[in-house]
């Protein structure tokens, strides 16, 4: 006797760009009404608050936690179910607040391991330089060919690690999570960190003469 079978998968949109064959079988899927597609989107910080209040209940201060959630997230439902699970347990426990689940950064982690060389050593200068950073200041530290340094971060932007910040001038850029920064810069080893620091430094300190010559 023939019998349906429902499978219900969940997959990262960027993560498409890199297997044309699983995307052009989901085409085919879907062309032939065999696949039903469920976009799932980013929550707003309305909705962000909104989960922080269900979750934790009545509590003071919960817009101002809803909005440093969302600016870590992004709104990531997953990230922020377990940033609260998180909270939820300090709270109870009286403990120090702020640590970072271990599944959010194993999550992060693998998907680190996945990247070359070049992509990760981009992804540790621009989490020294901070949450937003430039292109120009990139290459500035990075010693490296600026056509590759601009296909990197494109590809980059490509699968979500980074976005381009709308608004700001051209070349400025955004870590798609705050916890993806923080991931990153806190597996840098301690004297990499700073050897970082002190050339994302000269390289501000630098352009801000040329910026100054090009003004007087």
Not at 73 to 95: A, D, I, Q, W
Not at 133 to 140: A, D, E, M, P, V
Not at 158 to 173: F, K, M, T
Request: contains cysteine; negative net charge.
């Amino acid at each position: 006797v023939a019998s349906r079978v429902l499978l219900v998968c969940s997959l990262r949109v960027e993560a498409l760009a890199d297997r044309p064959s699983l995307a052009h079988l989901l085409r085919e899927l879907e062309r032939d009404s065999q696949l039903i597609r469920i976009t799932l989107a980013r929550l707003s910080e309305a909705e962000t608050t909104e989960l922080v209040r269900r979750v934790l209940g009545a509590r003071e201060n919960l817009d101002d936690l809803a909005h440093r959630l969302y600016a870590e997230t992004s709104g990531n439902p997953f990230f922020l179910v377990e940033m609260l699970k998180v909270y939820r347990e300090e709270r109870e426990s009286e403990s120090e607040e702020g640590k970072l689940p271990d599944s959010v950064r194993e999550v992060i982690q693998h998907r680190l391991e996945l990247l070359d060389d070049q992509s990760r050593h981009l992804l540790a200068l621009a989490a020294v330089i901070g949450r937003q950073f430039g292109s120009g200041i990139l290459h500035r530290v990075h010693a490296g060919d600026e056509q590759n340094l601009l296909t990197t971060l494109e590809w980059l932007i490509s699968r979500g690690w980074i976005a381009e910040v709308p608004g700001s001038r051209p070349g400025i850029c955004d870590f798609s999570h705050g916890l993806v920064r923080e991931v990153v810069y806190q597996a840098l080893w301690a004297d990499r960190r700073q050897y970082l620091h002190r050339q994302v430094g000269l390289a501000l300190e630098s352009n801000a003469a040329e910026e100054d010559e090009l003004a007087g």
